[in-house]
């Protein structure tokens, strides 16, 4: 049964099956981190063996419970978890987690068939068997068993592999990507990814959705949520190869299928396919914290001709064009550069160019009603002087008000060393990703301007 996922999300009460004293154990640590989370609601610990464990009142079984429960979390060994989801069934819990493995991920399909018998024709949803549960960071809850705190933002990640749900919360933070809600979906014997779509199309904490998956089980209704969503939908599918297709069977379970047929659904349905989950957070990051390209025309400046045409040809590769710049354009940046080097796209500022020259050329661009998107680059050469590149975006970003005064994303590159680093993560901070590498930053613009496209459709349907 459908139905919309605010209280899974944002339980009044959460009760832990097989939750321990010992903390090696992973219902200890589930415990702990819902007891430790910046969220109020009831905690029942549940384990036949114990009165209280981290101070609190333990139950022997779920019935034994006073009042209702909206979640229950279970993390005994897998045989026994049939006898407690029924125990559930009878008490109406509205939602359970299956942090256990043990299931069709080891081609044990029985056991998940019963588990599916038990909750059909019941209002009852379950997340997993095999998943870590999931970490809520605009409210502050972890209903998860595992480490790591992400960075409180608006991209929600859904992923199919619990381990990697986990790299993805260190990435998403390293990156400067802040999250809203993080889950792990395992073996998806029901709560599936098409719900989370259409729970996260309408999450006022949710701006970008990305995804990690191995397999689909309904094709159509994955497809028909990315379609209707109302936000960026980013997919990285995993079993590309025949070697790659074998290990997602013995990892989750899942049938990879064919790779094309994928590509091309995925395309069909406005979703945007990533190589890795590093493109991803590229992508998440662009579209986070830039306004979509409503074109996909771009201007690109540089202080270092070779860098710029690695950017046109990265561009061009990713279906976005490099225009020649209108006559008042080249105007306004001709009189900022030395007297023998004309303007072109890409801008070469040449190598001494300092802050005047990039807040000049950046600002010219960012006003040409021809140009849809902005790329600023800069390499470390022997004149440059990092801090004045990035000082004119960060002028762009604030006293200008980047968004508001033009509507157009801009991206920055960087080849260089350490003296770099330390301010790329002003740019990161302030809003503005910033990549070292052409080809990343070119495949984060071709996704602003699929989302421009995205949104001119829905602007058409509506
Ligand atoms: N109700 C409540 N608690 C029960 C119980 C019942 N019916 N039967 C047993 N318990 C208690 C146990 O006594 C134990 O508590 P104790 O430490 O106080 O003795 C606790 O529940 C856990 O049971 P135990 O048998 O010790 O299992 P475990 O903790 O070693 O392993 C899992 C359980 C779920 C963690 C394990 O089977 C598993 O699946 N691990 C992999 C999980 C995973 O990786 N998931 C995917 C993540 S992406």
Known sequence: MKGNLDTFFKPKSIAVVGASKNPTKIGHAALKNILISDYECKIYPINPHEKEILGLRCYTKVAEVPGSIDVVLISVPAKLVPQILSECVKKQVKYVIIISSGFSEIGDHSLENELRQIINNTHIRVLGPNTMGYKNASDGLDASFVFGVPRKGNVALISQSGALGIGMIYLANNEFVGVSKIIGVGN??????DD???????????KVIGLYIEGIKDGRAFMNSIKACHKPVLVVKAGRSAAGARATASHTGSMAGSDKIYSAAIKQAGGIRCRDVVELFDMAQALAGQPPAMGNRIGII?????????LTDACEANGLQIPKLSAKTFKKIDKILPDLIKPNNPIDLVADAGFERYEA?????LEDPNIDGVIVASVHGGYARPREFTGAILKMVRQRKLHETYKKPLLATWVGGREFEDLVWDLKAAGVPIYPSSWRTARSMHALYLEGERLKREENED
């Open 302 to 310: 540089t202080n270092g001709g070779g860098l710029g045409i690695l």
């Open 361 to 365: 050329a950046t600002s010219a661009l």
């Open 196 to 206: 989370l779509i259409d729970y996260f199309s309408t999450d006022p904490e949710t």
């Open 188 to 193: 998806k014997l029901d709560i599936d990814d």
